[in-house]
T-cell receptor
Framework: GAVVSQHPSWVICKSGTSVKIECRSL??????MFWYRQFPKQSLMLMAT?????????EQGVEKDKFLINHASLTLSTLTVTSAHPEDSSFYIC?????????????FGPGTRLTVL | RKEVEQDPGPFNVPEGATVAFNCTYS??????FFWYRQDCRKEPKLLMS???SGNEDGRFTAQLNRASQYISLLIRDSKLSDSATYLC????????????FGTGTQLKVEL
């Protein structure tokens, strides 16, 4: 299956700092990537859709100025959590859409566990 | 009503048992359906897509019932290694190819 990497795997930061998370599709091109957040014992919640070469589309309730998304190439999307606070601590997972697969399928990165102190 | 609903479980079954999970969805226009497996503190991994005609992959069988708006996953001869949370995912259509996930069903296979 298609491979998606995510970096870093985990990060601990102080409140008020910004954290950048990278998502890469390693063996396919992804014009669309997705960013999710998952709190303990809860489902994945879609935060935003990242589109290569254009602005991201954010889900209702997700602050676009707090969660900055950049999809500069067909294999890389980044999510920057700006001015992080303890309530932003969560498991952030990206997925990349492989349009060549039938049906059109999303493959997930290994996730980034963010802890904000 | 939630867009995608699953019984959270846990389902505790003995090794070798057959177990089935259902997942209901509310949007009748939903276009594609998937089962993912998620281990504790890991990312979801695609288990299988779900086709209208049903599909089978080894011990796993997935079915789609559009009339009743649910998908199912059947696991035969369950192994200890099948212990995980099983997430169903639905593409509701309408463009964007977004997926809506259920909360997952936890399976524990025991000796």
């Amino acid at each position: 299956g298609a491979v998606v990497s995510q970096h870093p795997s985990w990060v601990i930061c102080k409140s008020g700092t910004s954290v950048k998370i990278e998502c890469r599709s390693l063996d396919f091109q992804a014009t669309t990537m997705f960013w999710y957040r998952q709190f303990p014992k809860q489902s994945l919640m879609l935060m935003a859709t990242s589109n290569e070469g254009s602005k991201a589309t954010y889900e209702q309730g997700v602050e676009k100025d707090k969660f900055l998304i950049n999809h500069a190439s067909l294999t890389l999307s980044t999510l920057t959590v700006t001015s992080a606070h303890p309530e932003d601590s969560s498991f952030y997972i990206c997925s990349a859409r492989d349009q060549a697969s039938i049906p059109d399928t999303q493959y997930f990165g290994p996730g980034t566990r963010l802890t904000v102190l | 009503r939630k867009e995608v609903e699953q019984d959270p479980g846990p389902f505790n079954v003995p090794e070798g048992a057959t177990v089935a999970f259902n997942c209901t969805y509310s949007n009748s226009a939903s276009q594609s359906f998937f089962w993912y497996r998620q281990d504790c503190r890991k990312e979801p991994k695609l288990l299988m897509s779900v086709y209208s005609s049903g599909n089978e992959d080894g011990r796993f069988t997935a079915q789609l019932n559009r009339a009743s708006q649910y998908i199912s996953l059947l696991i035969r001869d369950s192994k200890l290694s099948d212990s995980a949370t099983y997430l169903c995912a639905v593409n509701p259509g309408g463009g964007g190819n977004k997926l809506t996930f259920g909360t997952g069903t936890q399976l524990k296979v025991e000796l």
